[in-house]
């Protein structure tokens, strides 16, 4: 009741507007106005019959044993081998904790419980997860165990929601574990944080367990995704993808605490000299999904994994005899290091030119920093 009475006001508010309407030195733009603030929430995967979850088991068994749930097609039995993400049928999962590095309207006071899964479809040499991402690095776990977890962390951590980090190449498993869970009592929203590499059929297959997408639009041209990620025509999956996210489960929403528990949240990193991407990314999400579309223009960015390392040609040489000191030519840097381009932090201009063309092109619901240094809503 008193949320509806807090809606009716908001509507007769002059603040809840969009920015083109907001005045300009007064009001601030509320993300938690209707339509996207809630009374309640229940999750998803509580609402769907029990036929529908059969059928879901089913189909999750069945892509196991011929695995085409990510754009790689590998087709390989799970149960026998492996294919490009490195994982079989148990889930290898490194990292289970509250989680405080979040957006915060999903860490919340208590945190977002993080499940960080071991391996990856994509093969992003600047992967700021690379060690565990790129390998096999975690303990394994049954689809049944990593249920008991999500179990733990709602229980014991009394954390807002499961946040699945780097699931698309464990979607089945997900799928039977978030399954297990309902009958064992989970009531928290389910996370899917993804990059974006994601097959339709995979996603089908979450329609209904899923409450917030959190995709990753990484870059543009097929050529970056080539050299960056070592994938083909990313970009082209990711649109498909982030779209059939937002048709499931539409805008993010809020209940009064501040605390999103439905739908679609956008990140984008900001690569060293690839602002030109980024900005033909945001304003196809504001001309294809949605410009009430929750974007985070992250800033993140720095070199890891294989960026800045010496080139393997060069560091494959033996280095030549080191002549007198008198005799040695002027010094001179000759080792040419990997992936040079993106090879510094990202810029302050750089990502204040990706959120202006965000802004031009009407999106104008964002992650902000909070100012306070602590839980913002």
Known sequence: MLCRQVNQLLRRSRFVKGPASCPPKFARCLHLAPPFLLDDYTPRYQLISSIDASRKRSEAYAHLRNCNLCPR?????????????????????????????????LQGHNGSGSVFFSGCNLRCVFCQNYDIAHQRNGFSLTPEELAEWYMQLQDVGKVHNINLVTPEHVVPQVVLSILHARELGLNLPIVYNTSSFDSLQSL?????????????????????SKRLL???????????????????????????DGIAKKGVLVRHLVMPGKEDEGREIVKWLADNVSKDLFVHVMEQYHPRAHVGKANRSVASRPDPPVEPI??????KL???????????PVSHSEVASVRQAAELAGLWRFIDAAEHGGFNI
Request: proline letters at 6%.
């Open 73 to 105: 097609l590998c087709g390989v039995n799970r149960f026998e081998k492996t294919g490009t993400c490195l994982i079989g049928a148990d889930v290898v999962v490194n990292t289970i904790a509250p989680h405080f590095g979040e957006e915060p309207c």
């Open 204 to 224: 089908e297959l979450l329609d209904g367990l899923v409450d917030i997408y959190l995709p990753d639009f990484k870059v543009w041209s097929n050529s970056t």
């Open 230 to 256: 070592k994938a083909d025509n990313y970009a082209a999956v990711a649109m498909e993808s982030i779209k059939v996210m937002y048709d499931q489960v539409g805008d993010l929403c809020f209940t009064p």
């Open 326 to 331: 008198e005799l040695q030519a002027p010094l």
């Open 334 to 344: 000759t080792k040419p290091l990997r992936y040079e381009e993106i090879n510094r």
